[in-house]
């Protein structure tokens, strides 16, 4: 297959591309500086600037990951236009482009994120839930959705990957943990009583292989292990296998004052479920907390 990845450098498109070339695909990624992509995705990557580049080259499946992170700094006016540019606007651009091809994908898997549910308190969060909190994250997930969705009028089939917190060695949330948990110094966020929905980055990657192939599933998924924790449970799981004690609390109002509007991420949360990849008879390598968290321990 000829695979185009928007977002192929971040964390989850670098992992990807590693999987798919082992598998003997043909892979190209839509970057800003696409001189890079060989380096950070693998040599037979091919990196474009636009996406003319490639349009008489039958694509077959595209999957959208592009996005500024979410957590990357204050959310000012400025980074929420950013934050939005790069999913929304990115994705109508892509839109634009699917629609002018002869030959059409047949399937697109668009990124999302838990945070699509808000703050969802103690609530179990499935597929059919509503939103319960239509904060900044939420609004941005949904309106990154809905965008992507307008890809099912040009006969394609359209897969909405809702991502929880990814574990990983090589980057993502647990890289700014790392640090102060290794000083000692971690800790509970707030009262620590907020429901997190994680994902290993193994089965990150398998999840996403297995909606590219298969052919009925469509619309929106959890991607997040089928027992997410809270808040307190996970710092001193981390603390655990770090070898570190993991008391030292982040208080609210701190995180209030330094981040703003931010601080909404770390101290609401989801407990997700991932009830239609279960139905559809996926399985996950890591459903336990602690062995996640082991897997990853030497790299970490």
Known sequence: M?????????????????????QGHRLSVWSRQPERV?????????????????????????????????????????????LWSSRVTLTETLLVWLESLEHKPSV????????????????????????????????????????????????????????????????????????????????????????MSWIHIKDQIALIDFLVHENAASGPYNACAPHPVRNAEFAKTLGSVLHRPAFMPAPAFVLQVGLGEMATLLLGGQRAMPARLLAAGFTFQFTDLRAALDDLSARL
């Open 108 to 195: 697109l898997i668009s990124g999302s994120a838990v945070g699509w549910y808000g703050d969802g308190g103690e609530r179990e969060l499935t597929e059919e839930s509503p939103p319960v909190n239509d904060d900044f994250a939420s609004h941005l997930c949904i309106a990154w959705e809905e965008t992507a969705q307008r890809a099912q009028a040009l006969g394609i089939r359209v897969v909405l990957v809702r991502t929880g917190l990814v574990l990983a060695a090589e980057g993502g949330f647990l890289s700014r943990l790392l640090l102060p948990f290794k000083m000692g110094l971690g800790g509970p966020v707030g009262n620590g009583r907020q429901w």
């Open 38 to 82: 060989q380096a950070l995705c693998g040599a037979g990557v091919r990196g474009i600037e636009h996406l003319v580049e490639l349009s008489h080259e039958p694509v077959d499946v595209v999957v959208n990951l592009a996005g500024a992170p979410i957590a990357g700094g204050r959310w000012t006016r400025k980074r929420k236009a950013q």
């Open 2 to 22: 000829h695979i185009l990845l928007t977002g192929g450098t971040g964390l989850i498109g670098r992992e990807l591309c590693r999987h798919w070339l082992a």
